[in-house]
């Protein structure tokens, strides 16, 4: 019996010592090597399911969710280069947010930080769309996955972390478990999305000035800090936006 046991003790720690750090290197590749582009007919397809989700007014009003998510990371991350104190991030059901930080309220920092969120959905999906332009859909998927843990965080309200959790969630879920054609259509579908997305909020808010309304949006905040008219901001988020639509789309559609 005493053999015995010497025998288990000395056989398992080998096993585990040649499984993990053989694993280690097949994660590596998985995350830096390259995938084949999906074909052309899936492209498509997944450009139509964000058009879907982006256009009718229904699909629109709970898909917005996942654009105030990138809008308020935008925030957050650009408080947070500029070398500001990001001190919260709430999300609403009403798909508005409100993020929170600390520094001075005037200068360049302040302005970057007010001016990431309109843009941040369209930067997002564009430099989405250079990965999966790059064969790079795994590690897509891995980055959104750490983004959104990493914005976990910071959230500040019960509904601002279960939708942060489900769409982190998800996405751990086809990075991980998916074959990589289902990776390939999700990761395709959801850049389409940011970059669809990424369009209609700033016409939106185009729409509520013109009513009187949205008084203390981000493009009012801009004019109050730069003196620069708040319809100019408001170009600044169209061009960015539409910019990034064209150039994503054509790396997504191999133009």
């Known amino acids: 019996m005493d053999s015995s046991t010497s025998s288990t003790s000395s056989t398992s720690p080998t096993h585990l010592a040649g499984t993990v750090p053989a694993a280690l290197p ?3 590749d998985r995350l830096t090597g390259t995938q084949p582009a999906p074909d052309l007919w899936v492209v498509l397809a997944t450009l139509a399911a964000a058009l879907v989700l982006v256009v009718p007014h229904g699909p629109w009003r709970i898909a917005r969710n996942a654009i105030t998510i990138a809008h308020e990371g935008g925030h957050g991350l650009v408080a947070l280069l500029t070398g500001r104190t990001l ?3 709430r999300l609403h059901s009403d798909t508005s947010g409100l993020t929170v930080s600390r520094g001075k309220p005037y200068g360049l920092g302040m302005i970057l930080t007010a001016a990431a969120g309109y843009t941040a ?3 997002l999906g564009l430099g989405g769309a250079a990965l999966l332009a790059a064969g790079r859909i795994t590690l897509l998927l891995w980055a959104a996955t750490a983004l959104l843990l990493a914005m976990l965080v910071m959230i500040r309200n019960a509904y601002g972390a279960l939708t942060v959790v489900l769409t982190g969630g998800t996405f751990l879920l086809v990075s991980w478990l998916a074959g990589p054609q289902v990776q390939a259509a999700f990761a395709y579908a959801g850049v389409w999305f940011l970059l669809l997305g ?3 909020p700033a016409f939106e808010l185009q729409a509520k000035r013109a009513r009187g309304g949205a008084g203390d949006s981000d493009a009012d905040q801009l004019s109050r800090l730069t003196h620069v008219p708040a319809g100019l901001w408001l170009f600044l988020f169209h061009a960015v ?6 150039g994503g789309g054509r790396w997504l ?3």
């Open 26 to 28: 097949d994660l590596w």
């Open 87 to 89: 001190t919260g991030i």
């Open 121 to 123: 959905p369209s930067l």
């Open 198 to 200: 990424g369009v209609r």
């Open 241 to 246: 936006s539409l910019s990034s639509l064209a």
């Open 253 to 255: 559609l191999g133009l």
